[in-house]
């Protein structure tokens, strides 16, 4: 697999790199290895790239609502949550805390979720534009550990593209649950486009020194859930920006 050292226009983003290509998988240890192993194409590529720039370059969930998405009566006993902040968020929950998730921290709230930890699958999440945030940093950075097909299943929207990632994932090694902590980790986030029944957002990891970079990921409310929507090839993220930093991002603060 080749990291290729070309850039789209004056982006900073790197053109065709294989977790663009059909169905690969990333979790925020798995962006952090990747960004090592991109220093040479980050430290020879274009000026880095601003936030603005940077949220150019997805193309958003449709402002439409899904007619296949669900309604709060679809979702499990138990799974109530304060769905009354719409607003896309300005700052991180105030009583979000860091949870170990194999060698990583991903960020949970018990106001916008998950509420519920059924093993792999970290679910019951707010029916909000932050509630999507937290589905999408929990989601993702389950797939590279053991129990991925169940979180898959669970969790990504059936279709073609549920399909295809399964099939790419299935070629892939589980990472340890164990180990070196990871170097990095989630630094900071947007949501780009909401409505009720679907989002996209962009997610910021912090990468080795003073490397970030930025992604975008599609999610829809699906089964009285927030679930991962992949492209009909099993692609979870629409390309990766660097960026400067996380000015003009919410932050995760300690």
């Known amino acids: ?13 790197w053109e065709k790199p294989f977790w663009q290509q059909r169905g690969w998988i990333v979790s925020a240890g798995f962006l952090l290895a990747l960004l090592a192993l991109a220093g040479v194409v980050i430290a020879t590529g274009d000026d880095d790239t601003g936030p603005g720039d940077a949220m150019k370059q997805p193309t958003p969930a449709s402002s439409e609502p899904s007619k296949s998405s669900g309604g709060q009566d679809e979702r499990p006993a138990g799974c109530r949550t304060d769905d009354s902040d719409q607003e896309k968020p300005t700052a991180a929950p105030s009583d979000f805390t860091w949870k170990a998730n194999g060698t990583g921290l991903v960020p949970v709230s018990r106001t916008a979720g998950p509420l519920k930890f059924d093993g792999p699958v970290w679910s019951c999440f707010a029916h909000t534009p932050q509630g999507a945030v937290m589905a999408a940093h929990a989601i993702t950075d389950h797939l590279s550990y053991k129990g991925w097909r169940e979180v898959v299943e669970k969790q990504v929207v059936p279709g073609p593209g549920r399909d295809a990632l399964i099939a790419s994932r299935s070629k892939e090694e589980d990472k340890p649950l164990s180990g070196k902590p990871d170097a990095g980790g989630y630094a900071a986030y947007t949501v780009l486009s909401y409505n009720k029944s679907e989002t996209t957002l962009m997610m910021v990891l912090r990468g080795p020194g003073t490397t970030y970079a930025a992604t975008s990921i599609n999610m829809k409310w699906h089964a009285g859930d927030w679930k991962l929507a992949p492209e009909p090839d099993g692609t979870i993220y629409q390309g990766m920006s660097r960026v400067a930093g996380t000015k003009g991002f919410i932050t995760w603060e300690a």
């Open 1 to 13: 697999m080749k990291v290729s050292g070309r850039s789209r226009g004056t982006s900073g983003e």
